[in-house]
Nanobody, 124 residues
Framework: QVQLVESGGGLVQAGGSLRLSCAAS????????VGWFRQAPGKEREFVAG????????FTADSVKGRFTISKDNATNMVFLQMNAMKPEDTAVYYC?????????????????WGQGTQVTVSS
């Protein structure tokens, strides 16, 4: 099992930037991928970006491609989500999650362990 703690959320104006962090502990080396998700009020949870723990390969959802970047630091067991050119529709609770048997698609991995989430609000 992996414990995940998100941080870095907050209030930002449209066009601004935020960097989210996900601190992983426990059996992170057994994880095959870590993903960022978001859920806005009244909406389904949405995949944002994912990264393979060993290779570092990434996949980013079309809705944020070119604006958001996922990265990791194996030395500190941290995963980051750099969010630029933010829009009001990016407002949501953002979660990171770990997958242990991720297949071909980072977006469709079974993500088993989740953090508690961090609120991101983008004002217009």
């Amino acid at each position: 099992q992996v414990q995940l703690v998100e941080s870095g959320g907050g209030l930002v104006q449209a066009g601004g930037s935020l960097r989210l962090s996900c601190a992983a502990s426990g059996r992170i080396l057994s994880a095959s991928a870590v993903g960022w998700f978001r859920q806005a009020p009244g909406k389904e949870r949405e995949f944002v970006a994912g990264i393979r723990w060993n290779s570092g390969k990434t996949f980013t959802a079309d809705s944020v491609k070119g604006r958001f970047t996922i990265s990791k630091d194996n030395a500190t067991n941290m995963v980051f989500l750099q969010m630029n050119a933010m829009k009001p529709e990016d407002t949501a609770v953002y979660y990171c999650a770990a997958s242990y048997n991720c297949g071909v698609s980072l977006q469709n991995c079974p993500y088993n362990d989740w953090g508690q989430g961090t609120q991101v609000t983008v004002s217009s």
